[in-house]
Nanobody, 115 residues
Framework: VHLVESGGGLVQPGGSLRLSCAAS????????MNWYRQGPGKVRELVAA????????NYADSVKGRFTISRDNRKNTVYLQMNSLKPEDTAVYYC?????????WGQGTQVTVSS
């Protein structure tokens, strides 16, 4: 199983980025998929999650209304659309799927929000 994130970078406050998580050896539509982030000196936190099949979503309060998690089953890819970015969104963002017998992580992609 491989999860590969991409799409991070440097963006000004108020800007947008779309992160991608491409999966191989693993079918994203069958599992709950998560986006976590870890900012400098902070603990890793769950940002967004999308359920399998039906695709219901959940968000951390800090990103509600600004971030959107989605999934393209044909591309076996999960996305995180991030709008109205703030400096406090600066972090390494990780794609994840975990269950009672597995815990898969990508390598992370850096997002820096700064003027």
């Amino acid at each position: 199983v491989h999860l590969v994130e991409s799409g991070g970078g440097l963006v000004q406050p108020g800007g947008s980025l779309r992160l991608s998580c491409a999966a191989s050896g693993f079918t994203v539509s069958y599992y709950i998929m998560n986006w976590y982030r870890q900012g400098p000196g902070k603990v890793r936190e769950l940002v967004a999650a999308i359920d399998r099949l039906g695709g219901s979503t959940n968000y951390a309060d800090s990103v509600k209304g600004r971030f959107t998690i989605s999934r393209d089953n044909r591309k076996n890819t999960v996305y995180l659309q991030m709008n109205s970015l703030k400096p406090e969104d600066t972090a390494v963002y990780y794609c994840n799927s975990r269950g009672t017998t597995y815990d898969y992580w990508g390598q992370g992609t850096q997002v820096t929000v700064s003027s």
